[in-house]
């Protein structure tokens, strides 16, 4: 697939590599899959909705991860820990979760790209906000889901959220949550189809849908 065109659902592979402990991508290094599919352990979780479940991947500040798929196993998916760049990546049964901003300790903002990717079959929510970040998404499919992004439940931060060329199927929840007073949104060209509570954000957020 090209960068910038527009993908479908790639399916998992039948061999995927079982990751027994979370793979952490060094600060500044750029982890290429090279299109295999990964899946947890059970030592990671079971991908349910236990929220005491490890991550495959554990990205460091300016860490990159492209041209993976993960599996069956979703347990916590993938952690950021500073800024990131994510693209080509299809997470064909996302677990508790498939991709955290997490407090980086250093407490900036991060800066999180994820381009050219889709995820199915999330019994909750796919992209969850725990610290403060200026997230981008862009050219990314979601089918089957609970929330498209969620910032930390009941959490004031510094989020912005630039969204762009998104489809979304079957929503049960919501497509952005968040309790953040001053969350700003901003999208372009997004499709929604039987998505629930399209943003479900405060009166006060600011909230640009184009
Ligand atoms: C839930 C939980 C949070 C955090 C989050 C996550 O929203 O309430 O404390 O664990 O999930 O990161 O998965
Ligand atoms: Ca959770
Ligand atoms: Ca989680």
Do not use: C, M
Request: aromatic share 6%.
């Amino acid at each position: 697939v090209g960068a910038g065109q527009a993908v479908d659902f790639p399916g998992a592979s039948a061999n995927p590599t079982v990751v027994h402990d979370t793979i952490t991508v060094k600060a500044g290094q750029v982890f290429d899959g090279k299109g295999q599919t990964f899946t947890a352990g059970s030592e990671l979780g079971d991908g349910g909705q236990s929220e005491s479940q490890k991550p495959l991947f554990k990205l460091e500040d300016g860490a990159s991860l492209k041209n993976v798929t993960i599996g069956n196993n979703g347990a916590d998916g993938i952690h950021l820990y500073g800024d990131a760049k994510i693209d080509n990546l299809h997470v064909t049964n996302v677990g508790e979760d498939a991709i955290t901003v997490k407090p980086n300790g250093a407490g900036k903002k991060s800066h999180v790209e994820i381009t050219n990717s889709t995820f199915q079959n999330a019994s909750d929510k796919i992209l969850q906000l725990n610290a403060d970040t200026s997230l981008t998404v862009d050219n990314v499919k979601a089918k089957d889901f609970g929330t498209f992004v969620r910032t930390n439940g009941g959490q004031q931060g510094n989020w912005d959220l630039n969204l762009s060329h998104i489809s979304a199927q079957n929503g049960k929840f919501s497509f952005v949550k968040s309790d953040s007073e001053g969350l700003n949104v901003n999208t372009q060209d997004i499709s929604l189809d039987n998505v629930q509570n399209h943003y479900k954000v405060p009166a006060s957020a600011n909230l640009k849908v184009a």
